[in-house]
């Protein structure tokens, strides 16, 4: 299923909130934001300063510390500023930043941050705060340069019956 027909999926929920972990330049939450109900939020995690987190379980050349690093929360803001309820928050997801949405429930979050620390972060987070028939869309699952975000799915959604998707933005 492409992002567009997951989105248009949860748009029918009675509830939830909209987020994304991993913005870049923000190609993804555009199309987010351009889907969302106008009175529901969007939120929005990067560091804006590239990758932060690379380790033991991740791919050895690709993704580095630091990839990703030209964008800035202002481009991104400026980017998204005709659609309202968008609340870009720049920080290290892996560092409890995520705990500003505690209360919050979601209907929809796009998890885009190619490494195992923060995908684990984003994922520990999320299951946790997800409304009935919500989607948490994973980029980087099964994806050949990204084995520790896929080895952070497997440990985490293993007992809520996950079923993953590969989904290239280029056929979305
Ligand atoms: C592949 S890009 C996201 C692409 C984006 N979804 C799009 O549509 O273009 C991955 C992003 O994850 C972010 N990222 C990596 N490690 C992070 C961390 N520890 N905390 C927050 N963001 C992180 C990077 O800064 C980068 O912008």
Redesign the pocket.
Same mark, same amino acid.
């Given at each position: 299923m492409i992002i567009q027909e997951m989105l248009a999926q949860v748009r029918n929920l009675d509830s939830g909130d909209y987020a %994304?972990?991993? !913005?870049?330049? &923000?190609?993804?939450?555009e199309i987010i934001a351009a889907s969302k109900h106008q009175d529901s939020f969007l939120y929005l995690? +990067?560091?804006?300063? &590239?990758?932060?987190?690379h380790g033991e379980f991740d791919h050895e050349t690709s993704h580095p510390d630091g990839?990703?690093?030209d964008?800035s929360l202002e481009q991104v803001k400026e980017r998204l500023k005709a659609f309202p309820n968008v609340i870009i928050i720049s &920080?290290?997801?892996?560092k409890g930043i995520l705990n500003v949405l505690d209360g919050r429930k979601f209907r929809f979050v796009?998890v885009? !941050?190619?490494?195992y %620390?923060?995908t684990y972060?984003a994922i520990k987070f999320f299951k946790s705060h997800m409304v009935s028939g919500g989607i948490m869309r994973l +980029?980087d699952y099964r994806i050949d340069d990204c084995p520790g975000a896929t080895k952070a799915a497997d440990e985490l959604l293993e007992e809520i019956n996950f079923v993953g998707h590969q989904v290239s933005?280029w056929t979305a």
């Open positions: %994304e972990c991993g !913005v870049y330049q &923000g190609m993804s939450a995690f +990067d560091t804006f300063k &590239g990758h932060i987190g990839n990703y690093s964008t &920080g290290d997801i892996r796009n885009d !941050v190619d490494l %620390e923060p972060a +980029d933005w």
